[in-house]
């Protein structure tokens, strides 16, 4: 199923943290912070503004990202669990 969000809306794919910690220590799945990265899989077509014109995103399908730990809504698309938020939900790219 190919899915498109609609206006400023994207599509994110939660990145996974390591399941260790830097001393070795194996962290169990209930202790696990969800991790606020991850990576853009579908972007909306932009907001309009006031005079009905097109406001262009900042971000494109692939780039890396920063969000909020309760930022967006939980889908499952296609089998997969993702993240549906609005673009001023990202904090940064990172490069």
């Not at 696990?32 to 909306?44: D, H, L, R």
């Not at 971000?59 to 296609?78: A, H, P, Q, R, Y």
Request: hydrophobic share 40%; charged share 35%.
């Amino acid at each position: 199923m190919a899915f498109t969000p609609l206006h400023d809306r994207v599509v994110v794919r939660r990145l996974e943290s390591d399941e260790k910690t830097s001393g070795g220590l194996i962290i169990p799945d209930t202790a696990k912070e969800k991790p606020a990265e991850g990576e853009i899989v579908s972007v909306g077509s932009g907001a309009r503004d006031e005079a009905g014109n097109r406001i262009a995103m900042d971000v494109k399908k692939g780039d890396k990202i920063l969000f909020g730990k309760w930022s967006g809504t939980e889908v499952k698309i296609d089998g997969e669990d993702m993240l549906i938020m609005k673009e001023s939900d990202i904090l940064g790219i990172i490069a």
